[in-house]
T-cell receptor, first 118, second 112 residues
Framework: DTAVSQTPKYLVTQMGNDKSIKCEQN?????MYWYKQDSKKFLKIMFS???????INETVPNRFSPKSPDKAHLNLHINSLELGDSAVYFC?????????????????FGPGTRLLVL | AQTVTQSQPEMSVQEAETVTLSCTYD???????LFWYKQPPSRQMILVIR??????QNATENRFSVNFQKAAKSFSLKISDSQLGDAAMYFC?????????FGIGTKLQVIP
């Protein structure tokens, strides 16, 4: 059983389009994240939701909008795609254990979505 | 702002040998967590080991252990008895109160 799944796995699209990436976790975790990994492998957190509430919103363009319909899902919608948005996007989840904050728990990552904007 | 530095872009190790990957970080926080994640060619990020800053004892996980030096803000990963499956990118990560920061990664090659 896949713990954290993302769809699609690959996404090729034209500049200016709007696209969504879906993420689902079946671990019962209460916190979910979106990361962007650029061509140099640099991994940067974008957003985090804890129990459907946004707790981290890093400096990303407002063309990126996360949506969490429930605890098990965190989708990423991107408007007006640009060439610089090409990257691998990772979803992750974690569970509060009582010691530490959401970010400090072990994160379980999805397989990534490779986005290529032409 | 917290920073995480991995100064070795690439490392190689002979199979069955030991290798140490370095990581240093900068923070003014007193309570935080440190992680090593592994990203094999399949791309999926997997936790290798986790260290709580308030714990003096170094974390170990089978062949993986860390050397955590809080005063020096150093968190190196030691892989013993290296195996071919250990070949991957290794990311050091810092998790404080409000942010998680990843290093740029070290690519580990395992030579048969």
């Amino acid at each position: 059983d896949t713990a954290v799944s993302q769809t699609p796995k690959y996404l090729v699209t034209q500049m200016g389009n709007d696209k969504s990436i879906k993420c689902e976790q079946n671990l019962g975790h209460d916190t979910m994240y979106w990361y962007k990994q650029d061509s140099k492998k640099f991994l940067k957190i974008m957003f985090s939701y804890n129990n459907k509430e946004l707790i981290i919103n890093e400096t990303v363009p407002n063309r990126f909008s996360p949506k969490s319909p429930d605890k098990a899902h965190l989708n990423l919608h991107i408007n007006s795609l640009e060439l610089g948005d090409s990257a691998v996007y990772f979803c992750a989840s974690s569970q509060l254990s009582g010691r530490g904050l959401p970010l400090q728990e072990t994160q379980y990552f999805g397989p990534g979505t490779r986005l290529l904007v032409l | 702002a917290q920073t995480v530095t991995q100064s070795q872009p690439e490392m190689s190790v002979q199979e069955a040998e030991t290798v140490t990957l370095s990581c240093t970080y900068d923070t003014s926080e007193s309570d935080y967590y440190l992680f090593w994640y592994k990203q094999p060619p399949s791309r999926q990020m997997i936790l290798v080991i986790r260290q709580e800053a308030y714990k003096q004892q170094n974390a170990t996980e089978n062949r993986f252990s860390v050397n955590f030096q809080k005063a020096a803000k150093s968190f190196s990963l030691k892989i013993s008895d290296s195996q071919l499956g250990d070949a991957a990118m290794y990311f050091c990560a810092y998790a404080g109160y409000q942010k998680v920061t990843f290093g740029i990664g070290t690519k580990l090659q395992v030579i048969p």
